[in-house]
């Protein structure tokens, strides 16, 4: 039976109650970080030795294994997901099973895998069973379009946090955690500051959200070669599909995914060439890039961005720069899901075009970087543009909205990105200890069929109290 929500402004006041507490009580650099995948768990990182996986379905956190980050922890420490986990070229198969070389830890039915080449390419399946251990074989619910072969190449879509330390930074600093296999991979830290010290964020751009593909734009080619598709029917503005990425989604070229580097009112010009050029059978899908992970803050107005194919950090150089450097309490977070018409129009995209950043520091400026024309506006005009944020401020996106919790206040406010509006939004009442940097505030999306319901969790400062409210 469907759920239906009757809930009432006004008529049903907005209540925080109890969930599970955390193992370890907040402190500074402290930070948990939602998967925004199926099954919504939670990393939170407690420490460079101690990190735990918050499951909303039980309730209930669960130790990992050891970060071993290295550094000293502290304020500046930062998490984010990505949507994708593992991939390689299958050792073998079936149209109902690929055989991975994979050695995989958990169990992953419930999640995805896609054929990105080879026989199946293109496919799209959900996870009936796998087996555990060396050489892992995942079972699909459906049928693949072929026979897996050899030759068939994959990714997992399942959960991937990237975490950085603070201190002193060096090999070991910063790595990702694999759900899928239980583990941890140093990654390359050349290129991000020596020092992290102050409160910092690490935002990613991802494809995948929750259960499917989060497509901005899609559409069948008209012509295609060597680094371009062509759609000879749009009329898009140019450029603004830089640094989203383009995914073959049937026809000529099926599974192939690329960085768009630039686009003119019809072509898109991508930043690799491809391995079969698109034609006019070819169907594409526009979205988030998933080779990308920004980081941003440390006092800084700096901004870095990294490759996850590369393995490599690259410093931006935006054509405007940041008007000033973000403090504790800043926020980052990439807008992809607003509703407003005048954000999902196709020829003036503004979904999954902007990082917005509340600065912190003791200010109430927000700033946004503009993704697809690599520049920041800063001071973005909003009312009533009177409360400050600093220390201890926690931040939740959800489609037009931020939610904010005030320093240790409990106060919480409710901004609209679409209208530059800024409201309350209740107060918890529960007592919380010392203010403390990292952000320790999520969501986790309940839905049933067209339903959502939008529950917001908290850790409070300097506890291991944790509630949570939903969103009427």
């Not at 956190?61 to 997901?81: C, D, E, N, R, Y």
């Not at 994979?102 to 496919?123: C, E």
């Not at 995914?247 to 491809?274: C, K």
Request: hydrophobic share 40%.
């Amino acid at each position: 039976m469907p759920t239906t929500v009757n809930l009432r402004k006004i008529l049903d006041r907005k209540q925080f109650e109890f969930a599970t507490p955390a193992p370890v009580a907040t402190a500074a650099g402290m930070c948990i970080c939602s998967s925004r995948h199926y099954r919504q768990q939670q990393l939170y990182l407690t420490s460079n030795t101690v990190a735990y996986i918050f499951n909303p379905l039980e309730d209930g956190f669960t130790q990992i294994p050891s970060p071993a980050l290295a550094g000293t922890f502290g304020a500046g420490a930062a998490a984010v997901s990505s949507a994708v986990g593992p991939s390689g070229t299958a050792t073998g198969g079936s149209t109902t099973t690929v055989a991975t070389g994979l050695n995989l830890q958990r169990d992953l039915r419930g999640y995805s895998i896609h054929i990105t080449g080879g026989p199946g390419a293109g496919d799209v399946r959900t996870i009936a069973s796998n087996t555990l251990g060396a050489t892992a074989t995942i079972t699909v619910t459906s049928a693949f379009s072929a026979t897996i072969t050899s030759s068939s190449t994959y990714r997992l879509l399942t959960p991937r946090w990237y975490v950085v330390g603070a201190g002193t930074l060096a090999s070991g600093s910063f790595k990702h955690y694999d759900l899928a296999t239980n583990t941890w991979t140093t990654l390359v830290n050349t290129g991000l500051p020596a020092t992290i010290g102050t409160d910092s964020k690490l935002v990613s751009t991802p494809s995948w959200i929750l259960t499917g593909f989060n497509s901005f734009a899609t559409g069948t080619a008209t012509a295609g070669a060597g680094t371009t598709l062509t759609n000879s029917g749009k009329a898009w503005t140019t450029n603004q599909w830089a640094n989203y990425q383009v995914r073959i989604t049937a026809g000529t070229g099926l599974g192939q995914i690329r960085t768009i580097a630039s686009n003119t009112g019809t072509v898109l010009t991508v930043s690799a060439a491809w391995t079969t050029n698109p034609d006019a059978t070819s169907e594409y899908s526009i979205e988030g890039n998933d080779d990308f992970i920004y980081y941003m803050g440390n006092n800084a107005v700096t901004l870095y961005r990294y490759s996850i194919s590369a393995n490599t950090w690259t410093t931006l150089s935006p054509g405007a720069a940041r008007a000033a450097a973000p403090g504790a309490g800043m926020s980052g977070h990439w807008v992809y899901a607003a509703t407003d018409a005048a954000w999902t129009a196709e020829n003036a995209i503004l979904n999954g075009r902007r990082i917005y950043s509340f600065r912190g520091g003791g200010s109430a400026v927000l700033d946004y970087y503009d993704i697809a024309a690599n520049t920041w506006v800063s001071g973005v005009p909003y009312s009533p543009l009177t409360e400050t944020f600093t220390t201890g401020t926690k931040y939740v996106y959800y489609k037009d909205f931020l939610y904010i919790t005030k320093e240790n206040t409990g106060r919480w406010f409710k901004f609209n990105i679409v209208t530059g509006e800024m409201d309350g939004w209740g107060t918890m009442l529960y007592p919380q200890g010392t203010a403390v940097v990292g952000d320790t505030a999520f969501d986790v999306t309940y839905v049933d069929g067209a339903t959502e319901v939008e529950f917001i969790y908290m850790l409070l400062n300097t506890s291991s109290v944790m509630l949570r409210q939903f969103d009427i």
